[in-house]
Structures are given as structure tokens and as C-alpha cells.
């Protein structure tokens, strides 16, 4: 199960630790989702998300303030008998003396934010989707064409490299070279980006390893990108029929998700750059609601209805 360590959450979101004697380096948050502790301040935890990071807002701590200490003691102590990962007070609210002490001696941290509750609860709940999404690595190539996050896989030594330079000098911005790690971080959004060693570089076979961001600029690169887009480089073969219309779209699949993926042969002269920024732009303006093949279909299917006849040239 993947997890995100709890240092990583203070840094991340600028936390203050209100329990310094706690060691926080050992625990890790597994839980994408923050759960705000209200009815467990009522004494009820029936159904508790103990596994969540808890985060205690103005009406929380409003709550509290009213308990009396007798209350505050059992409610603590039942509260605290629990594994939870921590508790962060929003606002900058000071938690009272009686709930740092029964989270010290329970061996809980207890956090504090500046930022509002729902604020602190969106920006968390984001980022620990990314963080703890499904992930896996594969070989290719990712580009940012025209906005379109475009992924070329191919054999290796077929041309990934070359066609992603091509499209850095044309303007475009490479993602990763080689090693491109997918992340899904919803049903609907899959995203690539590069492992932190190779992130910025291009391997050229002849010439070696390339600084694209060095050599380019800052606008040349960008550290991740949705997956719009698969682009499949294969050598040519004469004896097989390539698809010259386009009607029916294939699809490969990462992590259960569904790409659009073109499978384009390589032939010497062939501008593999320019074809990739015509797929880019096609694939998008297909989301538009135009597809280009299906109105060159209809408008032969037309023709041919009047009587004009129409058709295509080998």
C-alpha cells in the first residue's frame, strides 16, 4: 500500500508542531481523505475513520472550549486510545493543555495550520491524491503538444528521442525522456512525469545525454502532464495495411485507463515531428466535437446520394 510520510506532510504544507517530543519520522499516512473529528467530540466513535489525518476547525474547537474538564478527560482518552496518524488544528487555533497532554502521553502528533479549515482539507486532499495514487513506469516518451499530453512508446533506438527534440526546437515541452512514471489520480485523469534522475534530460544515441532545460530554457520543459494522447512508433512494413481514414479509434490502457493511441510507421523521410503535432491537434480537436474523418465520410456519402459520385486517390 502506498504512503506518504507524515515529515513530508508537515514540510509540504508548512505545519507547525505543537508536540516537538514526538518522533513523526516513523509515522506514514495512508489515507487521501482528512476527517474532521465532530461527532467523535460528542462521544460518539461508532464507525471512526481512525486511519484518516484529523483536522479540527473553528467549530471543533468552539465545541471543545465548552466541554467541561471532566468531559475533556474521558473524550480525550477515548479519542486518543486510537491509532491516528495526527491532528491538525486549523486556523492557527491553540489546541488546550489537557488535549496536548493526552496526545503526548498517547504519542500522537498534534499539528497546527494558519490556513482555513476547508482550505488546508482541499489543498491536503489534492496533493495526498497524487501522492498515493497507483503508479507504474514505462518506457517512452512524454511531451506537452499544443496542451495535449502526448506519449510516445516505440521499440528502442526507433526515434522517441529525436521526435521529442524535434518538438522542443518547434516550441513544445518535453516531460520525460525514457522513463515516464504514470500516476492515476482519478478515474478520469491519468498523469505522466519524470523519475527525479533523469527529470530534464534527453539521451541522444552518438551524442549522449542532453540538458533540455539548460540548453533550451525553463519554457522548453514542464514537470508533469496528463496522459490525452499514445503515439506508437513501429517499423514500416509493406506487406501490412495502415489505417488511412481514421474512423475507428484504438485505444491501450494504463492502470484501467483508456488512451487514444495511433500506431504510426517509420519510414525513412518521414517528419516524425510534424506528425505528431497533426495527431496532437487532431486528438484535440476531436474533444472540440470536429473529427475530420467522419465529415470526409459523410460529405462522400452525400456526393454519392446526389449522384456525383466521389472517392479517394490511392
Known sequence: MASVSLQEIIEKMKLHNLTPDIDVTHIEVTQSDINRPALQMTGYFEHFDRSRIQAIGFVESTY???MSAAQKKSIYKQFFSFDIPAVVFCRGIVPDKAFLKAATESGIPVLQSDASTSEFMAEMIRWLNVKLAPSISIHGVLVDVFGEGVLITGESGIGKSEAALEL???????????????????????????????????????IGIIDVKTLYGVSSVRDTQSIDLVIELEEWDKDREYDRFGLQEEFTEYLG?????????????????????????????????????????DRVQAALKNGKGGGLNA
Open 168 to 206: 522542443i526546437k518547434r516550441g513544445h515541452r518535453l516531460v520525460s525522456d525514457d522513463v515516464v512514471t504514470l500516476k492515476k489520480v482519478s478515474e478520469e485523469t491519468l498523469i505522466g512525469f519524470a523519475p527525479d534522475i533523469t527529470k530534464h534530460f534527453i539521451e541522444l544515441r552518438g
Open 64 to 66: 471543545m472550549d465548552s
Open 257 to 297: 485507463h483508456r488512451i487514444v493511441c495511433h500506431k504510426i510507421p517509420i519510414r525513412p523521410g518521414r517528419n516524425l515531428a510534424v506528425i505528431v503535432e497533426s495527431a496532437a491537434v487532431n486528438h484535440r480537436q476531436k474533444k472540440m466535437g470536429y473529427n475530420a474523418a467522419q465529415a470526409l465520410y
